[in-house]
């Protein structure tokens, strides 16, 4: 089955490292012409982006800060499921 995306996904990217920041942002806009609207380093900045810029999906590293648990909890419980703009968050934490 071949799916069509109509609408360009906005994406945030936090994680530690500028150089993974970057990768990760060229090689999405670059394959997948979706629009990286913000990157930052810290749980702190995983917070203010998801509250201001409300991104479709925000890719948050484990090494964000040591309370990257409880920042998707009140990212996820402070989004409306039924609402489009709720973000979808990916992690690989433990």
Same mark, same amino acid.
């Given at each position: 089955?071949?799916?069509?995306?109509?609408?360009?996904?906005?994406? #945030?990217?936090?994680?530690?490292? =500028?150089?993974?920041? !970057? +990768? $990760? *942002? #060229?090689?999405?806009?670059? *394959?997948?012409?979706?629009?990286?609207v913000a990157q930052g380093a810290t749980t /702190?900045? /995983?917070?203010?982006? #998801?509250?201001?810029?409300? =991104? !479709?999906?925000?890719?948050? #590293?484990?090494? *964000? +800060?040591?309370? $990257?648990?409880?920042?998707?909890? $009140?990212?996820?419980? %402070? %989004?409306? =499921? %039924?609402?489009?703009s709720s973000p979808a968050i990916t992690h %690989?934490?433990?």
């Amino acid at each position: 089955m071949n799916l069509k995306i109509s609408a360009q996904l906005r994406i #945030a990217i936090i994680n530690e490292l =500028p150089l993974f920041r !970057d +990768g $990760t *942002a #060229a090689a999405l806009t670059t *394959a997948s012409k979706h629009g990286v609207v913000a990157q930052g380093a810290t749980t /702190a900045d /995983a917070k203010r982006i #998801a509250a201001s810029l409300k =991104p !479709d999906l925000m890719v948050l #590293a484990c090494e *964000a +800060g040591a309370d $990257t648990i409880e920042t998707i909890q $009140t990212i996820v419980a %402070s %989004s409306e =499921p %039924s609402n489009p703009s709720s973000p979808a968050i990916t992690h %690989s934490c433990p």
